[in-house]
């Protein structure tokens, strides 16, 4: 009897194999060859998903992308009042509960597309203007917050906390990084 593969979910372990020689090797290190070592599959059967590194890489950067959002589309589902979500998101920016892999690779790839002068959007800014903006909008930030430079300050603070945090030379707790959020969010919400 055939084996039935399911193609969405070997792109997938691909992709995986992918973040982890990114962040034991650098990009530079993911190569075809490593990347299918790292997944145990044949340089062929990646191929097969993938015919082009270019394209591999694409893929493990969205797929890192989609997974951020989901967990961000739950925290926004919670019961959970508002700020409480913006903090729980804002964490999941700084450091996912999955690992610090994602983050490794994510800061791989926008270095690589920022040398290839690729780079269209950053995803962390938008989402950090949009929650903005929808708090605003909702009446939940104080009134006389200049919105375009929270987001530029919100910003900043979460890659310098998460650029911390990958170096592991300044070591920072998880519990100590939610405090200062928690205090910087409530500077700009409304008691």
């Given at each position: 009897?055939?084996?039935?593969?399911?193609?969405?979910?070997?792109?997938?372990?691909?992709?995986?194999?992918?973040?982890?020689?990114?962040?034991?090797?650098?990009?530079?290190?993911?190569?075809?060859?490593?990347?299918?070592?790292?997944?145990?599959?044949?340089?062929?059967?990646?191929?097969?998903?993938?015919?082009?590194?270019?394209?591999?890489?694409?893929?493990?950067?969205?797929?890192?992308?989609?997974?951020?959002?989901?967990?961000?589309?739950?925290?926004?589902?919670?019961?959970?009042?508002?700020?409480?979500?913006?903090?729980?998101?804002l964490?999941?920016?700084?450091?996912?509960?999955?690992?610090?892999?994602?983050m490794?690779?994510?800061?791989?790839?926008?270095?690589?597309?920022?040398?290839?002068?690729?780079?269209?959007?950053?995803?962390?800014?938008?989402?950090?203007?949009?929650?903005?903006?929808?708090?605003?909008?909702?009446?939940?930030?104080?009134?006389e917050?200049?919105?375009?430079?929270?987001?530029?300050?919100?910003?900043?603070?979460?890659?310098?906390?998460?650029?911390?945090?990958?170096?592991?030379?300044?070591?920072?707790?998880?519990?100590?990084?939610?405090?200062?959020?928690?205090?910087?969010?409530?500077?700009?919400?409304?008691?």
């Amino acid at each position: 009897m055939p084996k039935i593969v399911d193609h969405e979910e070997r792109r997938k372990i691909i992709a995986k194999a992918t973040w982890n020689v990114i962040a034991r090797e650098g990009l530079g290190g993911a190569s075809v060859r490593s990347i299918a070592k790292e997944a145990n599959l044949s340089l062929g059967a990646v191929r097969h998903y993938f015919e082009t590194q270019e394209e591999l890489l694409e893929f493990a950067m969205q797929l890192v992308e989609e997974q951020v959002t989901e967990r961000i589309m739950e925290h926004l589902q919670s019961p959970l009042p508002p700020k409480e979500q913006v903090l729980n998101i804002l964490m999941e920016l700084i450091t996912p509960e999955e690992n610090k892999v994602e983050m490794q690779v994510w800061l791989e790839y926008v270095l690589y597309k920022i040398r290839k002068k690729e780079l269209q959007k950053e995803s962390v800014h938008e989402t950090i203007s949009e929650i903005l903006h929808r708090l605003k909008k909702a009446g939940l930030l104080k009134e006389e917050i200049v919105l375009e430079e929270e987001i530029v300050f919100l910003h900043a603070l979460i890659d310098g906390l998460a650029l911390h945090i990958l170096m592991g030379l300044v070591p920072i707790e998880r519990d100590r990084i939610r405090y200062l959020l928690k205090k910087e969010l409530d500077r700009i919400f409304v008691e």
